[in-house]
């Protein structure tokens, strides 16, 4: 059984900076992309940021030049560390990942992380 475990969120002023991680465990033959997604109340679920297995990385156009996505291998872990915070970044974040186990492969989810961006 494939699990992946988010951490990281909380409240933080308008400007601050947060670091999420998730990190995947069970068994595992190889993760190929991963991804962040949010969702705030009232609104769809949407992609935040992605990352290949050899470490290309796209970005949703409102994150750019803020947010950084990575990725340790060794760990099956991804990151996503969101500078510079505003109020609209308020979300529930997920970490999403595609991944194979000797049984198969498919998109896993993480249970969310709450972040919140107040004065």
């Known amino acids: 059984q494939v699990q992946l475990v988010e951490s990281g969120g909380g409240l933080v002023q308008p400007g601050g900076s947060l670091r999420l991680s998730c990190a995947a465990s069970?068994?595992?033959?190889?993760?190929?992309?991963m991804g962040w997604y949010r969702q705030a109340p009232g609104k769809q679920r949407e992609l935040v940021a992605a990352?290949?297995?050899?470490?290309?990385?796209n970005y949703e156009d409102s994150v750019k030049g803020r947010f950084t996505i990575s990725r340790d291998n060794a760990a099956n872990t991804v990151y996503l560390q969101m500078n510079t915070l505003k109020p609209e970044d308020t979300a529930v974040y997920y970490c999403n990942a595609d991944i194979m186990t000797p049984w198969g492969g498919g998109a896993y989810w993480g249970q969310g992380t709450q972040v919140t961006v107040s004065s």
């Open positions: 069970g068994t595992i033959r190889r993760i190929n992309a």
């Open positions: 990352i290949t297995s050899g470490g290309a990385t």
